[in-house]
């Protein structure tokens, strides 16, 4: 009966370090997603703002 628990325990010991891994690489693939995406907005962002400054005129009010 005793070996029977200690290999319940081990068992329930490497399960819980199996799903802690599986925890961390599913975060790190969460990370690396949110940075993609992140870097995809700031880069629309940018091509946008060029955009519209490219077709907007700057008027000079104090020359009037």
């Known amino acids: 009966m005793t070996v029977l628990a200690v290999l319940v325990a081990v ?35 940018t091509y946008l703002a060029a955009d519209l400054l490219s077709v907007v005129t700057i008027a000079d009010n104090e020359r009037s």
């Open 11 to 45: 068992t329930t010991v490497l399960g819980h370090r199996t799903h802690t891994e599986a925890i961390l690489d599913q975060k790190q693939g969460h990370d690396t997603w949110n940075e993609y995406q992140a870097h995809k907005i700031r880069s629309n962002d």
